[in-house]
């Protein structure tokens, strides 16, 4: 069983508008116009000539004219721009997703949607007293394989869901200027790598009973490393966030009947396995090329219907996974400035 996700082609076509053209605004300027009928048509930055720069490679890549900005002011404002993409880091997307609501933009946030809970609650109450569309650019959750996977839940072929398994580890550069470890801007493992983990867990299983987490930190005051355990009654979802270690990025789902594997990279475009309970793997070709292309296209489809939400990627879905953040935060002693 392979679920079909609706084609991005089909979807209507925006004029999209990136707020922070770093490294994955550069990501999103690709795919949008390769996979979608929509196209990038402003980029706004603090410095303008770094909006020239990806302005330049999007151009290259064939995409039709860019305008340029050295103020995300001056971007929200553009009449010609039909949705915001906040790619900034998460410490700004507050702030940076209310300056587009107020201007009367629909928002697609990368996450982690905000920094906490509360933060991401403003920003809905905005976006709700607007009438305006806003999501969390939670890409995974639109992805075949996760649909795939859900469905399957959903239809009982795993029997009862038992555990769920989730690495999310990568070395990366640990220099103390970078955004992973600055605390001010809402630094740590959690907030991009975990979240993905925990936002799989929601998705399948909801808010835990419990959470119980154990990490340690960097230098700096943020996550370096955690497990995460989500309690559900008598079953279990855990997950091990690194941001200092080469892992697999693995995951499993285990049920009764059956479970999933996928091997490596869980939460990119990917095959997943399924072995019932006493047979033979079976492989769900479920990879696809790009991948960004499918939540773009569930928020153009929202726009077009005049809706404020996706029902694949909620308020409530986003505001319950920060909220379990705040609480594996709270375990570990992380606080951000911003909180006070
Ligand atoms: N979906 C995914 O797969 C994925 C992957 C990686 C990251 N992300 C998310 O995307 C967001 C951005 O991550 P990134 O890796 O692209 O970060 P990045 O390379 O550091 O880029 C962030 C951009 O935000 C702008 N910005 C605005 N205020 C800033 C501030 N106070 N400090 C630093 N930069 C600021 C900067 O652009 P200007 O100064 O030019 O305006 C900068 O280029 C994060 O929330 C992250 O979790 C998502």
Request: charged letters at 20%; one cysteine or more.
């Amino acid at each position: 069983m392979v679920v079909t996700v609706p084609d991005p082609l089909a979807a209507p076509a925006l004029r999209w508008g990136i707020l922070g053209p770093g490294g994955i605004a550069r990501r999103f300027a690709r795919e949008i116009p390769a996979y979608t009928r929509s196209r990038i048509a402003a980029i706004g930055s603090r410095d303008r000539g770094r909006a020239e720069q990806l302005a330049e490679s999007v151009r290259a890549a064939g995409g039709t004219a860019v305008k340029t900005y050295g103020s995300y002011e001056a971007l929200v404002a553009d009449p010609e721009v039909d949705v915001v993409y906040v790619s900034s880091p998460h410490s700004e997307h507050h702030d940076h997703a209310i300056m587009a609501l107020e201007a009367g933009k629909p928002v697609l946030v990368e996450k982690a949607f905000a920094l906490n809970a509360d933060q991401a609650a403003a920003v809905f109450a905005v976006a709700k007293r607007q009438g305006l569309f806003a999501m969390e650019a939670m890409w995974s959750r639109f992805l075949p394989h996760y649909a795939t996977m859900k469905a399957m839940v959903e239809a009982g072929e795993l029997g009862e869901v038992r555990a769920v398994l989730g690495v999310h580890a990568q070395s990366l550069n640990l220099d103390p200027s970078f955004r992973l470890m600055n605390r001010s801007l809402g630094g740590g493992a959690l907030l991009d790598l975990g979240i993905y983990p925990l936002s799989f867990f929601h998705s399948l299983l909801g808010v835990p009973d419990r959470i119980v987490a154990t990490g340690s930190l960097t230098e700096t005051g943020v996550d370096r490393r955690e497990t995460v355990t989500c309690v559900y009654g008598d079953r279990f979802a855990v997950a091990y966030d690194d941001m200092a270690a080469a892992g697999d990025c693995s995951l499993q789902v285990v049920g009764t009947k059956g479970r999933f594997s996928v091997a490596e990279w869980f939460y990119t475009p990917n095959d997943v396995v399924f072995t019932p309970a006493g047979g033979e793997p079976q492989v769900l070709p479920t990879a696809v090329e790009g991948g960004f292309q499918f939540e773009a296209a569930e928020a153009a489809r929202c726009i077009a219907a005049g809706q404020t939400e996706s029902a694949v990627m909620p308020w409530a879905a986003t505001l319950e996974v920060l909220a379990m953040c705040d609480e594996v935060r709270r375990q570990l002693g992380v606080t951000y400035p911003a909180e006070g």
